[in-house]
């Protein structure tokens, strides 16, 4: 049966790299998803920068700046429109697997309802849930040399993406490690069955 693995992180904590790394290293191929993709995939119009309610950007995925606490953050958030991209990528995830296809998925779970989402639509005894942690100046740090990355991005949503309550398989420390030594640590981790999404579905029914 096909295998999914879940990278959740923040912006800049190396998802990406990540995922390219474990393509190289793990044996079987594995197909690699990311929200950036489906982003990038949205008309130009619907990718807003502080747009008022109404408009395309506002629907889509909106860039909102703010002032926490004296210093420049940057929200992301999620129209109508957005929000119907968002579980339509989480459903292509599970129409690949289905085809018998390993995928590794490069995500941001800005909502606890992401993740209770994923785990409705995904075999829980397939998926692998690994949660990229990083340090907040290393991820500002990446975030200032990424063109077309606004400010205090990844510093918004650097705990957010993990308040969703749930236990991960495995935590890697992506400002400790390097992507190899964090991809090994989890191709090790796939060679016992998962925990996370198994124990998640017996919240559900119980």
Request: glycine share 8%.
């Amino acid at each position: 049966m096909s295998q999914v693995i879940i990278l959740n992180g923040s912006s800049s904590s190396g998802k990406t790299t990540l995922a390219l790394k474990l393509q190289q290293i793990l044996t079987e191929p594995f197909q690699h998803i990311s929200l950036d993709q489906f982003r990038d995939g949205m008309p130009v119009r619907y990718r807003g920068l502080n747009s008022p309610p109404g408009s395309p950007g506002h629907q889509g995925l909106n860039i909102v700046p703010r002032d926490h606490n004296g210093e420049l953050v940057t929200d992301v958030v999620f129209g109508s429109y957005g929000e119907k991209v968002l579980q339509a990528m989480r459903r292509a995830v599970r129409a690949v697997a289905d085809t018998g296809v390993n995928v590794i998925v490069d995500d941001l779970l800005f909502k606890a309802e992401y993740l209770r989402d994923y785990a409705d639509v995904l075999d829980p005894q397939q998926t692998w849930f690994i949660g990229l942690r990083c340090a907040a100046d290393v991820v500002a740090s990446r975030e200032q040399q990424r063109l077309g990355r606004f400010p205090g991005t990844a510093t918004a949503h650097l705990e957010q993406v993990h308040s969703h309550g749930s236990p991960y398989d495995l935590e890697v420390d992506t400002s400790a490690l390097s992507p190899r030594q964090a991809a090994l640590r989890i191709k090790a981790r796939l060679q016992q069955p998962p925990r996370a999404f198994p124990a998640m579905c017996r919240a559900t029914e119980s």
